[in-house]
Structures are given as structure tokens and as C-alpha cells.
């Protein structure tokens, strides 16, 4: 099995929930995005194209990022998928500087430190960070999945890296990564790239999809169809 995506740029919108829907499932802190997006212009005004690029982690069948891990933390399953032992993270960052694709971020910082701050916002008129966190019985922040927390650590430890894991807990019990569900156009499918049948595979074949920065020679396993709103005048 080697599990993909293909994105289908004509389908996709450009509403940012597949970013969202992530967020909210995987407990990722201030400033950290495993579903990000890259938004370009390009042309002469009132010949201009907007481009809305979504990217991920590319689950490289060469992963740059675990070629260059010294403790293995970064690793290959068998579904395919490029994953990370948390607890192994020695937060060297020579993955992130490897990674062709930007697609690994470092916790320079204790993630989600903000709701251990005990002092309200408005004295007398708010609870504190703290308080709320507490009361809502969560580890780390008050909109904490639970779900993820038992499959990947709440409180990410500073000095390590994390990136998009294509929600292999969401996969393991028969769901789409939350960021498929999410999306308001089905502009995202997720399979088995191994699988000449699959809707990634009809795909791939029909549209000749194509990922980004071949020449890096990872053999990204996500795949970009068609054209995200093609050249309109303004």
C-alpha cells in the first residue's frame, strides 16, 4: 500500500478550511500548519491570474527529511506514509533544512504555553487562560481533540519538529484526513497510489497529475490536477 492525495486545483475554492479542519484536529499551536496554502499573482493588470496553491506534507517515497534524520525519528510506514516519532526528536532540524517542500516546522517554543498564563485578561472581569483551560479538563488548549492527543502528544516538547502525519490516526479506523472531509468542494481524495483502481490512481492517470518540485527527486506522493481559476481579467 502507498497512501496519496490528489488535489484537484479546479475544485478548490480557496476557503482555507482544509487548514482549519487541521488545526482543529491535530492540536497544532500558534504559528505551526501542517495544511498551509501559497498564494501568488501573476501577469499584467487587467490580464492577472490569482493562484491558490494548498500544500502538505508530500509523504515523499525519498523522504529527504528521514534520509537525513540521525535518530530515525522521521520514518516510513508501511501504508506508505512519512511519519514522526515525537519521542525521538533530538530537534537537530537538519529535516527541516533538507525538506524541498518547507513542510516541517520546529517548536522553538512550549507549544500552547499561552493557557498556562494564571492572569486574567480583564482583571476582575475574565477568567485567565489558565482557568479556562482547567475547567474544560484539556492538557494543553481549551479546543484540544482528545482523539489526537492519544495518537500524537498534546504538549509537543520544545525543540522538536512536527509536520502533517495525512491524519494516519483518521486512516487507521476507515476515515478521510480531516482536511478531505472538510473541504466544501471535494477538491481533496485521498488512496492507495499502489492501486490501479483507486480514485487517486483514475486520477492521477485522467488529469496527469503532476507534484510539485519533481526535479527534487523525493517522488512526492501528492498529486496536483487541472488549474486553480484560470487567467481572468479584473
Given at each position: 500500500?502507498?497512501?496519496?492525495?490528489?488535489?484537484?486545483?479546479?475544485?478548490?475554492?480557496?476557503?482555507?478550511?482544509?487548514?482549519?479542519?487541521?488545526?482543529?484536529?491535530?492540536?497544532?499551536?500558534?504559528?505551526?500548519?501542517?495544511?498551509?496554502?501559497?498564494?501568488?499573482?501573476?501577469?499584467?493588470?487587467?490580464?492577472?491570474?490569482?493562484?491558490?496553491?494548498?500544500?502538505?506534507?508530500?509523504?515523499?517515497?525519498?523522504?529527504?527529511?528521514?534520509?537525513?534524520c540521525p535518530k530515525q525519528a522521521?520514518y516510513k510506514a508501511d501504508n506508505?506514509?512519512?511519519?514522526?516519532?515525537?519521542?525521538?526528536?533530538?530537534?537537530?532540524?537538519?529535516?527541516?533544512?533538507?525538506?524541498?517542500?518547507?513542510?516541517?516546522q520546529a517548536n522553538r517554543t512550549?507549544?500552547?504555553?499561552?493557557?498556562?498564563?494564571?492572569?486574567?485578561?480583564?482583571?476582575?472581569?475574565?477568567?485567565?487562560?489558565?482557568?479556562?483551560?482547567?475547567?474544560?479538563?484539556?492538557?494543553?488548549?481549551?479546543?484540544?481533540?482528545?482523539?489526537?492527543?492519544?495518537?500524537?502528544?498534546?504538549?509537543?516538547?520544545?525543540?522538536?519538529?512536527?509536520?502533517?502525519?495525512?491524519?494516519?490516526?483518521?486512516?487507521?479506523?476507515?476515515?478521510?484526513?480531516?482536511?478531505?472531509?472538510?473541504?466544501?468542494?471535494?477538491?481533496?481524495?485521498?488512496?492507495?497510489?499502489?492501486?490501479?483502481?483507486?480514485?487517486?490512481?483514475?486520477?492521477?492517470?485522467?488529469?496527469?497529475?503532476?507534484?510539485?518540485?519533481?526535479?527534487?527527486?523525493?517522488?512526492?506522493?501528492?498529486?496536483?490536477?487541472?488549474?486553480?481559476?484560470?487567467?481572468?481579467?479584473?
Amino acid at each position: 500500500m502507498k497512501l496519496g492525495m490528489v488535489i484537484d486545483l479546479q475544485k478548490c475554492i480557496g476557503c482555507g478550511g482544509c487548514d482549519l479542519a487541521c488545526k482543529t484536529e491535530n492540536n497544532t499551536a500558534a504559528g505551526i500548519h501542517w495544511s498551509h496554502h501559497k498564494i501568488s499573482t501573476e501577469g499584467t493588470f487587467p490580464k492577472v491570474t490569482y493562484r491558490y496553491l494548498p500544500t502538505l506534507c508530500n509523504h515523499c517515497e525519498k523522504p529527504a527529511c528521514a534520509e537525513v534524520c540521525p535518530k530515525q525519528a522521521l520514518y516510513k510506514a508501511d501504508n506508505g506514509l512519512t511519519l514522526h516519532k515525537v519521542e525521538d526528536c533530538i530537534g537537530c532540524q537538519r529535516c527541516v533544512r533538507a525538506c524541498p517542500y518547507g513542510a516541517i516546522q520546529a517548536n522553538r517554543t512550549v507549544p500552547h504555553r499561552e493557557w498556562k498564563d494564571d492572569a486574567a485578561i480583564v482583571e476582575g472581569g475574565t477568567a485567565s487562560p489558565y482557568t479556562m483551560l482547567k475547567r474544560s479538563g484539556a492538557k494543553a488548549s481549551p479546543h484540544e481533540n482528545p482523539e489526537r492527543g492519544d495518537t500524537y502528544l498534546v504538549t509537543r516538547p520544545r525543540r522538536t519538529v512536527e509536520k502533517c502525519t495525512l491524519c494516519d490516526h483518521r486512516q487507521a479506523v476507515g476515515l478521510n484526513p480531516a482536511c478531505v472531509d472538510a473541504c466544501p468542494s471535494g477538491a481533496r481524495v485521498v488512496g492507495d497510489l499502489d492501486d490501479p483502481n483507486s480514485s487517486v490512481s483514475q486520477l492521477v492517470k485522467a488529469h496527469k497529475g503532476a507534484p510539485l518540485k519533481p526535479e527534487a527527486g523525493t517522488k512526492p506522493q501528492v498529486f496536483y490536477i487541472r488549474s486553480f481559476n484560470v487567467q481572468q481579467g479584473l
